[in-house]
T-cell receptor
Framework: GESVGLHLPTLSVQEGDNSIINCAYS??????FIWYKQESGKGPQFIID?????DKRQGQRVTVLLNKTVKHLSLQIAATQPGDSAVYFC??????????FGGGTRLMVKP | DSGVTQTPKHLITATGQRVTLRCSPR?????VYWYQQSLDQGLQFLIQ???????AKGNILERFSAQQFPDLHSELNLSSLELGDSALYFCASSVNRGSATDTQYFGPGTRLTVL
């Protein structure tokens, strides 16, 4: 498949460990945030979202944390599996305007 | 599978040429978005159409244009192509106009290579 962002920061974790992927966003007025997962050769896939009036939201094996004070977003993946290997992007938006994507982090899961 | 389809999957062309990329949104979705993903720029929003009308514009060059047809499929036209236009082009769709909680679902992309 195609490689996206050959110069992306990379997080390497052992299978079964928890992963934490971080994102610093730019607009303090952003009110909605999304995490996307992009596997090689595929388009970004929605994982989880959070509104600015929340600081934590949980999904299945994933948790998103939002710290508006320092404009920081994180994605926690519990019990990381080989299928979680991908590039992860955070995206922010304000008042329903266009999404602004972060640069992405490559997650590599070692068996 | 997101339900968004894009054709072609790969496109190789020469500088100065013009190409058309096609996108069919998920059934029922009224908004279509186009993004460009290159190695050095990441995912960049280009343009959004809602129910046939242009709704938002991002970093889209004047050489690029798009439209959404009555059946809601969309085409992105890239003309006077340059080497730097080589990238992945993604289409996404959403149900509504693109409100704060209107999830965008992405297609598999078209890989454009300009030689």
């Amino acid at each position: 498949g195609e490689s996206v962002g050959l110069h992306l920061p990379t997080l390497s974790v052992q299978e079964g460990d928890n992963s934490i992927i971080n994102c610093a966003y730019s607009n303090s007025a952003s009110d909605y945030f999304i995490w996307y997962k992009q596997e090689s050769g595929k388009g970004p896939q929605f994982i989880i979202d959070i509104r600015s009036n929340m600081d934590k939201r949980q999904g299945q094996r994933v948790t998103v944390l939002l710290n508006k004070t320092v404009k920081h977003l994180s994605l926690q993946i519990a019990a990381t599996q080989p299928g979680d290997s991908a590039v992860y992007f955070c995206a922010e938006t304000y008042a329903g305007n266009m999404l602004t994507f972060g640069g992405g982090t490559r997650l590599m899961v070692k068996p | 599978d997101s339900g968004v389809t894009q054709t072609p999957k790969h496109l190789i062309t020469a500088t100065g040429q013009r190409v058309t990329l096609r996108c069919s949104p998920r059934s029922g979705d009224l908004s279509v978005y186009w993004y460009q993903q290159s190695l050095d720029q990441g995912l960049q929003f280009l343009i959004q159409y809602y129910n046939g009308e242009e709704r938002a514009k991002g970093n889209i060059l004047e050489r690029f244009s798009a439209q959404q047809f009555p059946d809601l499929h969309s085409e992105l036209n890239l003309s006077s192509l340059e080497l730097g236009d080589s990238a992945l082009y993604f289409c996404a769709s959403s149900v509504n106009r693109g409100s704060a909680t209107d999830t965008q679902y992405f297609g598999p992309g078209t890989r454009l290579t300009v030689l």
